[in-house]
């Protein structure tokens, strides 16, 4: 019996043969794409990605390659998540970590806070926005890394739910070709940037293994 096409605007990327699917790394890799939500976008240029541990949901920039060598889950309380880019036309990249977590660090932002701020030698003041997912802290600094220049934004994102659920974040964004003068990074660009994918983070207020929620 054929499928209605109702059952077939039903189907995952997941399900979906890759060559029906959009040209991107998000929908192209067999480690991402069985994480994608749709392929309809959420926002210019990013698609929606939900979490293997079910925890969140997080946008996928369309530009980026899910690095899943360096990503993975530990049970149902701890993933990482890492992106990159690079693109030697704009003389621009960028390296980034997502780690979730439930109970435990999540519960003492402070440790992981104060964790970043030994390892970057960070001493100012963290910055603070809100959204409607939960509460960010976060701050910025310039490296000297082998020898150029690299600008790192880290911080830690905190449920706004009664779950105890938090996200630490790096980011470190650099020139490609770092000998050549058109080697700039606009630093307020890349806040701009990655603010905006943090805020798109949205808590399940729930463990993996469907334990405590906001509701509870």
């Known amino acids: 019996m054929d499928s209605s096409p109702e059952e077939e605007t039903e189907k995952t990327p997941a399900e979906m043969d890759p060559v029906d699917l959009p040209q991107i790394d998000a929908f192209q890799s ?4 069985e994480l994608m939500v749709s392929t309809e976008p959420v926002a210019e240029g990013f698609y929606l990605m939900r979490s293997k541990i079910d925890a969140f949901t997080i946008w996928f920039p369309e530009e980026a390659v ?22 030697e036309e704009e003389n621009r990249g960028y390296l980034v970590d997502f780690q ?27 910055k603070e926005v809100e959204d409607e997912h939960g509460l960010t ?3 910025y600094t310039i490296e000297d890394l ?32 770092k000998d050549v003068e058109s080697c700039q990074i606009d630093l307020a660009e890349e806040e701009e940037y990655l603010l905006q994918w943090v805020k798109s983070i949205e808590f399940s207020g729930t463990r993996g293994d469907g334990g405590e929620t906001d509701d509870e």
Do not use: T
């Open 146 to 177: 082998e020898g150029y220049q690299s600008y790192i934004i880290m911080g830690y994102k905190v449920s706004s739910k009664e779950a105890p659920q938090g996200m630490e974040f790096l980011y470190i964004a650099s020139c490609v070709d």
């Open 30 to 33: 067999e480690h991402s794409r």
């Open 100 to 126: 979730y977590n439930y109970s435990g660090y999540a519960e003492r932002p402070d440790w992981i806070l104060d964790n970043l701020r030994k390892r970057w030698d960070y001493e100012e003041d963290w």
């Open 137 to 139: 802290y976060y701050g």
């Open 66 to 87: 899910f690095m899943y060598n360096a990503s993975g889950v530990d049970g149902d309380h701890y993933e990482k998540m890492r992106f990159a880019y690079e693109s």
